[in-house]
T-cell receptor
Framework: AQSVAQPEDQVNVAEGNPLTVKCTYS??????LFWYVQYPNRGLQFLLK????DNLVKGSYGFEAEFNKSQTSFHLKKPSALVSDSALYFC????????????WGAGTKLIIKP | DTGVSQNPRHKITKRGQNVTFRCDPI?????LYWYRQTLGQGPEFLTY????????KSRLLSDRFSAERPKGSFSTLEIQRTEQGDSAMYLC?????????????FGDGTRLSIL
């Protein structure tokens, strides 16, 4: 069965420190992976995607993600966290069994402390 | 391009009433999705349209829920005889399929509260 796992419900990071939000996946076809961010009372905003090519993908707001095929992971990273990065982050993978819909992780709450 | 627009942003209604939400997708997008999200959870797929055709509907979706996209542009989601468990954020997203895995773009949602 295809799935996405975000093993951490919450990640706490001090402002200025690097941050990592973890995501692992299981899919039957090629892994097309996405990260979205959600601020309170807002919809989800697209951050970045991996389809093919370089394993390090750069996205919006200084975020990047590293695709690791052997570990089936797609961790979200940022070299220096900002308080404004505090939000809910969702990883998603394209579902090859269901007309290319997305399978969503449960989300990770990122808290950046000043 | 003004993004995906959803109306209303908030809806409070009594149990048993019918409610209808509207979504205006990004104009050139041919796919439109409806999701439901409860607090602290990821989006739960409800249904999606390719142009005006409703191609898939979640098996978990009650028959009290119906969605339309009559001209392949805006869409409406109706919930009949609302129940307490329908309280949630209803999200709409659109995408341009057929063009290299473009991401889904979301509106800010309609928050439904059932009294």
């Amino acid at each position: 069965a295809q799935s996405v796992a975000q093993p951490e419900d919450q990640v706490n990071v001090a402002e200025g420190n690097p941050l990592t939000v973890k995501c692992t996946y299981s899919v039957s076809g090629n892994p097309y992976l996405f990260w979205y961010v959600q601020y309170p009372n807002r919809g989800l905003q697209f951050l970045l995607k991996y389809i093919t090519g370089d394993n390090l993908v750069k996205g919006s707001y200084g975020f990047e993600a590293e695709f690791n095929k052997s570990q089936t992971s797609f961790h979200l990273k940022k070299p220096s966290a900002l308080v404004s990065d505090s939000a809910l982050y969702f990883c998603a993978v394209r579902d090859w069994d269901s007309n290319y819909q997305l399978i969503w992780g449960a989300g990770t709450k990122l808290i950046i402390k000043p | 391009d003004t993004g995906v627009s959803q109306n209303p942003r908030h809806k409070i209604t009594k149990r048993g009433q019918n409610v209808t939400f509207r979504c205006d997708p990004i104009s050139e997008h041919n796919r439109l999705y409806w999701y439901r999200q409860t607090l602290g959870q990821g989006p739960e797929f409800l249904t999606y349209f390719q142009n005006e055709a409703q191609l898939e509907k979640s098996r978990l979706l009650s028959d009290r829920f119906s969605a339309e996209r009559p001209k392949g542009s805006f869409s409406t989601l109706e919930i009949q005889r609302t129940e307490q468990g329908d309280s949630a954020m209803y999200l709409c997203a659109s995408s341009l399929e057929g063009v290299s895995n473009q991401p889904q773009h979301f509106g800010d949602g309609t928050r439904l509260s059932i009294l």
